[in-house]
């Protein structure tokens, strides 16, 4: 490579993650949410709770809290711009989610070991209650980018 053309930071790289991913993140958007921040092996990622994501009971659906904490998740695992999948997710869900709250699912790298990685993921809500937490492991598909850093 020429000086020209250098590697770009890690935070930076992250940021092109987060607009690649989230530009066809169709499940994402369609759930209301927003990633709020991105860093190297992390992403926050919020979402409003809305009447068509309650279930029976009139609470939060779980399969949406999980969605939210899968979506910081993959985030989180992407950010280093190497195509990362979920290989598993364990969640618990600690308090439910009623309409109107909103959701806070913030998703933290414990450790990477070649292409395995291990993730862990917390949902609060808009007063820092624990509504779920989540461990995620990821698998790392090496030399496949999320981003084309040579085509510009």
């Known amino acids: 490579m020429t000086e020209s053309h250098h590697k770009p930071d890690p935070q930076t790289v992250a940021e092109a993650v987060r607009r690649k991913l989230f ?35 009139g609470l939060c659906h779980g399969g949406i809290i999980t969605t939210l904490a899968d979506t ?26 009623h309409e109107g709250d909103r959701l806070l699912a913030e998703a933290r790298e414990v450790t990477v070991n070649g ?7 917390l949902v609060t809500n808009q007063h820092g209650k624990h509504v779920a937490v989540m461990r995620g492991r990821s698998h790392t598909m090496k030399g496949k980018h999320v981003v084309d850093f040579t085509a510009s």
Request: hydrophobic content about 45%.
């Open 23 to 57: 530009e066809n993140d169709y499940a994402s958007k369609g759930l209301g949410m927003q990633i709020e921040a991105i860093a190297p092996g992390y992403a926050r990622v919020t979402m409003a709770v809305r009447r068509d994501m309650l279930n029976g009971f």
């Open 72 to 97: 910081a998740f993959a985030f989180a695992c992407n950010s280093h711009n190497e195509l990362t999948l979920a290989s598993g997710i364990f969640i618990e869900i600690l308090n439910p989610g």
């Open 115 to 121: 292409r395995l990685g291990l993730y862990d993921i």
